[in-house]
């Protein structure tokens, strides 16, 4: 069970964490950002549980940060979603670049 | 057996990813985050986490996904709603990422492996496990999320309801 190394694992959410970052500076649809950052919480997430399994594998310590970012993750989507509505009926648009009242 | 599995998991999982942050269309967006996130679950479950995956595609795949699924319908988005985007910001964010990428690749290449590989139950991860250590020791977090929870309720119907005048 144990014949995949740990670095690979680390390879591949370290690979799911920067293009979500890409994504996060080269989208300017704002639910595509919100994607982006749901994909690098998820890398994190393939962390925690990788080194819960690799270095303590009696503890559960890394599983329930995981569960706590999931549902953290599913509060902020709710909130992020309820902001972006308010902003198309304001903006007509969920384009970054429109809402700048407070960019000047 | 599990290393393929692991391999291909780990391709679907980037290449859907990139899929996501590549195309035009944001539904067909959603549509690969979703592909991403079994993926994701796979890798929990060759984790042994089988109760982190199942409430992975429940919470993701099941609730956010289906969220951003109605709001794309509903506020009418297709691609050439997309706006443009300049080639320079693309180029600083493959710059940026890139670079902190290779740095991060760099530095996680010469850890030298003292896993304890020493005997992982594999029915760690089952619900039975999890769920006596949850009302133990991580009760507190357990009801401080409850809490999190109602005022993320509160403040999205706060957000969306119509304004009164």
Redesign the interface.
């Known amino acids: ?12 959410s ?10 996060f ?5 704002i ?2 950002m ?3 950052i ?2 690098i919480l ?1 890398s994190v ?2 962390n925690f ?2 080194f ?7 503890k ?1 310590d890394g ?2 940060f ?3 970012i ?10 992020a ?6 902003l ?1 009926r304001s903006h007509s648009s ?2 970054v ?1 429109d809402a700048d009242e407070l960019k000047f | 057996m599990v290393q393929y599995t692991f391999y291909f998991l780990s391709f679907l999982a980037i290449l859907s990813a990139l899929m996501v942050v590549v195309s035009k269309n944001p539904v067909h967006s959603v549509l690969y985050l979703i592909i991403t996130f079994f993926a994701i679950a796979g890798h929990y479950v060759l984790m042994n986490a089988q109760f982190l995956a199942a409430v992975h595609i429940i919470v993701y795949a099941g609730a956010i996904m289906v969220l951003f699924l109605y709001v794309i319908m509903m506020l009418n988005l297709n691609a050439d709603v997309e706006p443009h985007k300049s080639k320079w910001l693309k180029f600083a964010a493959t710059i940026t990422g890139g670079l902190l990428m290779i740095v991060l690749i760099g530095a996680l290449r010469n850890v030298s492996e003292n896993a304890a590989a020493g005997l992982p139950g594999n029915d760690i991860g089952l619900v039975k496990n999890l769920g006596r250590v949850l009302f133990n020791d991580y009760a507190l977090p357990f009801e401080v999320s409850s809490i999190l929870f109602l005022s993320a309720m509160v403040g999205a119907v706060m957000l969306g309801k119509k304004e009164i005048k």
């Open positions: 069970m144990n014949e995949i190394p740990l670095l690979h694992i680390l390879f591949v370290t690979a799911l964490f920067f293009i979500g970052m890409y994504g500076f080269t989208r300017r649809n639910i595509t919100l994607m982006s749901e994909l998820n997430n393939i549980v990788a819960n399994k690799y270095l303590y594998p009696d559960l599983l329930f995981a569960i706590f999931i549902a953290i993750a599913a509060a902020e989507a709710a909130v979603i309820a902001i972006i509505i308010n198309y969920i384009d670049e």
